[in-house]
């Protein structure tokens, strides 16, 4: 049924909007908004008729300014005609046409073109009119002809298709349907190659938001007696202001959130703003509060089947979808009621557009089933019940399997390790995607490396070894992302929930478990003190985090992190990733880079290289192509600053020297502005937030709201009700700050950027009058005064200002291709970021291997012995720039053994350190007499301190001196 070119299916909900567009070689992803896949379906009408109407986050910031012009639920309007919107009249159709529009103007960017065949989704119950509209609105927005298909037709494609489960001939498949706003249930019946609805009902006043909503009445009741308590409650109720509404509309969010996190947790702590309320709600008590609106859905989806007759043998299977049916107990009531396990996802939004494709298409033949695991032999009653839910045809018992196997493979028994490891590999090939996809997240964040080929047996997705994906990741101090090489070209890989970057944030809760990305930010400001934002830049550190008895070291957490950003890309791209280059910090040393590998290896990520996020990033805008010139390139990011001078042009990238500051970013700007704050409500107030960590993370947050607001305006307002309690009584902060006295308190912030641009300008040789082009790059150098900053030291030159954020991670990308030969004519050349040299007899540093010096690179130098009689010589490696050995960071150690008995000096040996591209260092010491030899290869992280020491000191190498 589909055509040559892209097609295109749009699932216009209640609440939001979801369209997939699958592409020529049939693969289907879909449509991002706002790095989202889900479009607000909500539309702002301004008082002037000739101004465009908004859609998604645009009408949603709109309407805190303006409430009347927005109208939330258009589809809930299709029989109203119009709608009236800021003192005027709005056609529904033109609500419905502008969201519409809004798909169908990214169609055409991503796909270049509007697809061939435009699929819309409809309510089974809507008949002709309402379908009319529907297609007026589309014809409207520039589609042209649609198909129209029913929603749960679209959902039954999908379950039959997309997941393969059986639904043979006769057999009824209930879609239960609990989106935002609405319920709607559906007894939809196989017939030959499609699909029949028998019987559809609905209520229109059961959905998430008002699950939601009886969420935050609970809270109401909760904090009832807190001091001030009402008249915060006041101000969220009916806000007279745009800030109240904007808290209002936060608190919403945040409420939607804990709804969401409560379908994967036991607890989870709801902000309450303006009341200054902190509450902790436990699954428990979310459950006695949904229970009365889903056992209202269970029962009617009982009255639904018994309507038609439908019994338990003609019933195939209860499939949720909708973004609501992610509370558990909803399962749970229909697997009573029903006596049948529903299927559910973790991303039932987007089921209906995604079968829309497949509507009316032959379904996919039902999945094999996974391949069976060698059984063990059952060493404790946990591997029993893990073996007979990992068997488990149902997806809600396999998921337990799951939680189950993470819980074994924590434990010591080696035995029962072994046991949930072969099983874990079973649901890594799972036929339900979304499980697939945990399964692999959990394998990798446990350590257990690569998966040893194609999980469950192969389910066609993966390509075996050698074959699979190359990407780049680029681990950023404030944003984490993965790009993967498509035909020569980088493009960014969306996360499981469809952004193209992932928070760099890791928290541990208080039951041990570990969150990432925007789930670990959002609970941030409830457990700041267990949520760690750039684990990356305490690589090498020592650094720990101690929580629900045990300890998470920073290499621990990057792993974590990693193991998500994998799990999302494998999970995307439907095969196993082939080869990863990652990307560093200009200034991290070779033991941060050894650590950032390692940890990615745990991850289960094979590293082809580690490069410097400056050689990525130009490499990612491209720099190479064209003539020759000299670039100066200044990140400045939200935790780093990275500065290179590279001779770029005719497929080359040659960095001359790189330098920078891995404690210099916008969060040094925005701490500058929380202090002051904070020393100002303790002399105002005598409150010291420094020992309330919940309200300091807030302040921290509106600090760099208001660093990034000033980047633009000349001023900027803090606002932040009851941020504590004093003892006179809860305390509110309202502060004007402008940018010339930010920075007047930050002068010196800015001065420490010019030492990175000093040292690459002399390190390179390259006087500044002979750089072409000057780069400037990363969020906080939107600061003007760092634009200034930079002009000044370039000669007047104003910065090029047009590098695209993810250039970063597409140039790692790139340099993936380049490796596995999928990139030619290309060729980037890096160099050591510090000195590299072994320790003398005395505690002196000899470099053999200064910085800066390009890679690869062999050199060699000739030592003796310091002692008469001396056996043995103690090889200490080091890297950095201190005259004394042990104030730069130990690489390794070890000793050459067996040497001839001598009066000290006569013995010749030679050092030997040799880096290849790759960064790696291979150090071997050889006595030239007998040829007998010792290598050590730098690849791990030496953490031994017994190890580093390996020998006396009075084993020390002598230069040797020739006589002349």
């Not at 072969?422 to 339900?432: E, I, M, P, S, Y």
């Not at 939200?638 to 500051?661: F, N, R, W």
């Not at 090889?875 to 000793?895: I, Q, T």
């Amino acid at each position: 049924m589909s055509g040559p070119g892209p097609r295109l299916a749009v699932d216009f909900g209640t609440s939001t909007t979801v369209a997939m567009l699958q592409d020529r070689g049939g693969r289907v992803r879909p449509l991002l908004f706002d790095a989202s896949p889900l479009l607000g379906s909500g539309v702002f009408a301004g008082a002037d008729p000739d101004a465009e109407l908004l859609t998604g986050g645009d009408a949603e910031r709109a309407a805190v300014g303006l409430p009347q012009g927005l109208e939330p639920y258009p589809k809930q309007r299709v029989d109203d005609g119009t709608v009236w919107l800021a003192d005027r009249d709005v056609p529904v159709a033109d609500l419905i046409a502008a969201v519409l529009g809004r798909v169908a103007a990214e169609a055409r960017r991503v796909a270049g073109d509007l697809p061939g065949e435009v699929v819309l989704t409809h309510p089974s119950s809507w008949r002709r009119l309402r379908r009319g509209v529907l297609a007026a609105a589309a014809a409207r927005a520039g589609l042209g002809a649609v198909r129209l298909v029913a929603e749960p037709v679209a959902a039954a494609a999908y379950y039959a298709g997309r997941l393969g489960h059986e639904l043979p001939e006769g057999r009824c498949l209930v879609v239960y349907d609990l989106g935002a706003g609405t319920f709607d249930v559906s007894v939809v019946r196989r017939a030959g190659a499609g699909f029949t609805v028998l019987a559809h009902d609905g209520l229109a006043d059961v959905g998430g938001v008002y699950l939601d909503a009886a969420l935050v009445e609970h809270v109401r009741a909760l904090t009832a007696g807190r001091p001030g308590a009402a008249d915060g409650w006041a101000a969220l109720d009916r806000p007279r202001s745009t800030s109240e509404r904007r808290v209002r509309h936060q608190l919403q969010l945040d409420a939607r959130a804990v709804k969401e996190q409560l379908s994967r947790r036991p607890s989870a702590e709801l902000h309450v703003p303006l009341v200054d309320a902190d509450v902790h709600v436990t699954r428990a008590e979310f459950e006695a509060l949904a229970r009365p609106h889903l056992e209202r859905t269970t029962a009617l989806t009982a009255t639904v089947l018994r309507s038609v007759g439908v019994g338990p043998d003609e019933l195939a299977g209860v499939f949720l979808v909708g973004g609501a049916s992610r509370v558990p107990l909803a399962a749970t009531l229909l697997h009573r009621a029903l006596r049948v396990a529903p299927t559910t996802l973790d991303l039932p939004e987007l089921v209906v557009a995604e079968g829309a494709l497949q509507a009316e298409s032959e379904p996919a033949p039902p999945a094999a089933g996974r391949a069976s695991a060698p059984r063990p032999a059952a060493r404790a009653e946990d591997v029993t019940e893990l073996r007979a839910a990992a068997a488990d045809e149902r997806v809600a018992r396999r998921d337990e399997a799951l939680h189950l196997a993470g819980r074994l493979l924590r434990g010591g028994d080696p035995s029962v390790r072994t046991a949930a490891c072969t099983l874990l590999l079973g649901l890594v090939g799972d036929a339900d995607a979304a499980l697939a996809r945990r399964a692999r997240e959990l394998w990798y964040a446990s350590g257990l490396g690569a998966l040893p080929g194609p999980p469950g047996g192969g389910n066609g997705a993966w390509n075996g070894p050698g074959n699979g994906a190359v990407v780049g990741i680029d681990v950023g101090s404030a944003e984490s992302a993965v790009a993967v090489l498509e035909r020569g070209r980088a493009v960014p890989v969306p996360n499981a929930e469809g952004a193209l970057s992932t928070p760099s944030v890791v928290a541990v809760t208080a039951d041990g478990s570990t969150l990432t990305g925007a789930a670990a930010a959002r609970q941030a400001l409830t457990n700041p003190e267990h949520t760690v934002r750039a684990p990356a830049l305490l690589l090498g550190t020592g650094w720990a985090l101690d929580r629900a008895g045990a300890r998470y070291t920073a290499e621990d957490l990057v792993t974590i992190l990693l193991a998500r950003l994998h799990a999302d890309a494998e999970a995307h791209l439907g095969g196993p990733i082939h080869g990863a280059v990652l990307t560093a910090p200009a200034s991290f040393d070779h033991v941060q880079r050894l650590a950032l590998a390692g940890a990615a290896r745990r991850a289960g990520l094979p590293v082809l290289r580690v490069i410097s996020a400056p050689a990525a990033a130009l490499l990612g805008h491209g720099a190479h192509h064209g003539g020759e010139q000299i670039v100066l390139l200044v990140d400045l990011g939200a935790g780093t600053l990275d500065v290179a001078l590279a001779d770029v042009g005719d497929g080359l990238i040659d960095l001359k020297a790189t330098a920078g500051d891995q404690h210099l970013g916008g969060d040094d700007w925005d701490r500058r502005i929380a202090e002051r704050i904070a020393e100002q409500v303790r002399q105002d107030h005598g409150l010291d937030l420094a020992a309330q960590p919940a309200a300091l993370a807030r302040l921290r947050e509106a600090a760099e709201a208001a660093r990034i607001e000033l980047s633009a305006a000349g001023s900027a307002q803090l606002h932040l009700p009851y941020l504590g309690v004093s003892p006179a009584g809860p305390v509110h902060v309202t502060d004007t700050l402008t940018r010339s006295a930010l920075e007047a308190q930050t002068r010196d912030l800015l001065h420490r950027c010019s030492g990175p641009v000093d040292r690459v300008v002399i390190a390179s040789g390259v006087p500044i009058a002979d750089v072409d082009r000057v780069v400037l790059t990363g969020g906080a150098a939107r600061m003007p005064a760092v634009a200034e900053l930079v002009r000044g030291l370039t000669g007047g030159r104003t910065p090029y200002r047009g590098l695209p954020p993810e250039a970063v991670v597409t140039g790692a990308a790139v340099q993936a291709g380049i490796l596995t030969g999928h990139v030619r004519d290309t060729l980037v050349l890096e160099s050591t970021a510090l000195d590299l040299g072994f320790e003398l007899a005395g505690g002196t540093q000899h470099i053999l291997v200064p910085r800066h010096t390009p890679i690869p690179h062999r050199s060699w130098t000739l030592v003796t012995t310091g002692t008469d009689g001396q056996t043995s010589l103690l090889v200490r490696v080091c890297e950095g720039d201190h005259p004394v050995a042990a104030s730069n960071r130990p690489l390794a150690a070890f000793e050459l053994t067996g040497l001839p008995t001598a009066p000290k000096g006569m013995v010749e040996i030679e050092l030997e350190f040799d880096i290849d591209a790759n960064g790696i260092l291979t150090v071997t010491a050889r006595d030239r007499v007998t040829g007998s030899d010792r290598t050590v290869v730098v690849d791990t992280v030496a953490t031994d301190d017994a190890a580093l020491a390996a020998g006396p000191a009075s084993t020390l190498p002598v230069p040797l001196h020739r006589p002349a």
